[in-house]
């Protein structure tokens, strides 16, 4: 009895959501910071999140350059001014974000790290703070910034000077990302930094104090799904002991943090058999095919044209690639087969991810 020779083509499909934005004012706040929309890809290297467009500048200090950026303060008064300010970069804030679909909520921290002015020409104010990690005492260009890991508070007091312009450093950590599911989280009415977390005084060191405001606070939670499958052909060989059967394998990865679907489908609908097999090659062959997981010890039976769904926390961590095996099993083969001639035949798998 020849081989059989069976080819798999497959199809890797993804569906894309909306995204919702909420966004908020608070009456009577001088100082905005625009922060566009923050991402996260679950299993990154770290659980600092990022906005893909808003940011003035990176950090200054080496340390704070992979997790913080430079934000622009938008409020400040423009024009020739000649009297110190006061300028507090305080403690981290938690914020609660809420998932747009009712998924539940997501635990934002916030860390104020460091202030940074640039002026035209005008005096120099004193330097107050020592715990930085980069500080600068210019008429034109005033920095201080803290490290990432530091819990110390910065009071400085400036020169506001000429046509100033102001940058908070901010870093932005998702707390224990690994359970917060795939999804858009947003603030309920942006985000208002109390006084012990960022501060700014009105006018002179002698006026009231205010926090900046964040308009809108936004987060993706973003989708894992890959599908690795190297080789997209196989040859049947025939079974131990039984030369009506024939059987084959063909390995992939996969890799999802919500649950999947798996579609088997026969070369033409005319030769799918009553119960979701595929006769092979337009012989009385039948073919069948099944998703198989060594690890967790469980098998799919795939049926033709129907999405068997892969699910659990034993297929959908985000971090981690689970191998498995498609398995083709050809019966038959003894009966309606003939001697020394090779069949073909193939079957489309879909992967297809269910967010």
Not at 48 to 65: D, H, I, M, Q, T
Not at 191 to 220: H, N, W
Not at 238 to 243: I, R, V
């Amino acid at each position: 009895m020849g081989k059989a020779k069976m080819n798999t083509m497959i199809r890797i499909l993804a569906t894309a959501s909306c995204l919702a934005f909420w966004s908020g004012l608070v009456q009577g706040a001088q100082y905005t910071i625009p922060i566009s929309l923050l991402y996260y890809t679950p299993g990154a290297t770290s659980n600092y999140v990022f906005p893909r467009s808003g940011v003035a500048n990176s950090a200054l200090c080496s340390e704070n350059k992979p997790y913080a950026n430079q934000y622009l303060l938008n409020g400040k008064s423009q024009g020739i001014h000649s009297h110190t300010l006061n300028i507090r970069i305080g403690q981290p804030a938690v914020v609660t974000l809420y998932e747009s679909k009712g998924k539940g909520t997501a635990q934002l921290k916030i860390s104020p790290l460091g202030v940074r002015k640039t002026a035209s020409l005008g005096w120099v104010g004193p330097l107050k703070s020592s715990d930085t990690c980069a500080s600068l005492n210019l008429s034109w260009d005033f920095f201080v910034e803290k490290s990432i890991n530091s819990n110390s508070t910065l009071e400085e007091t400036p020169y506001l000077n000429t046509n100033p312009t102001f940058y908070y450093t901010l870093a932005f950590e998702l707390l224990d990302a690994n359970n917060v599911p795939p999804g858009i989280y947003y603030t309920r009415g942006g985000y208002q930094f109390k006084s012990s977390e960022l501060a700014m005084s009105q006018g002179t060191t002698q006026s009231s104090m205010v926090s900046p405001y964040i308009p809108t606070l936004s987060l993706v939670v973003g989708h894992v799904f890959k599908i690795d499958m190297p080789y997209t052909s196989v040859s049947l060989m025939q079974s131990y002991g039984n030369d009506d059967i024939f059987t084959g394998k063909v390995r992939f990865r996969a890799q999802s943090n919500e649950r999947y679907s798996i579609t088997m489908t026969c070369s033409s609908p005319s030769s799918a058999t009553s119960g979701g097999d595929c006769n092979f090659a337009g012989t009385q062959m039948e073919l069948a095919t099944q998703a198989r997981f060594p690890k967790q010890g469980r098998t799919f039976d795939l049926r033709h044209n129907i999405p068997t769904y892969i699910d659990g926390a034993d297929f959908t961590d985000s971090l981690y690639e689970y191998p498995g095996y498609i398995d083709f099993t050809l019966s038959g083969v003894s009966q309606h087969g003939e001697t020394g001639k090779t069949y073909f035949d193939t079957v489309n798998l879909t992967f297809e991810a269910d967010f």
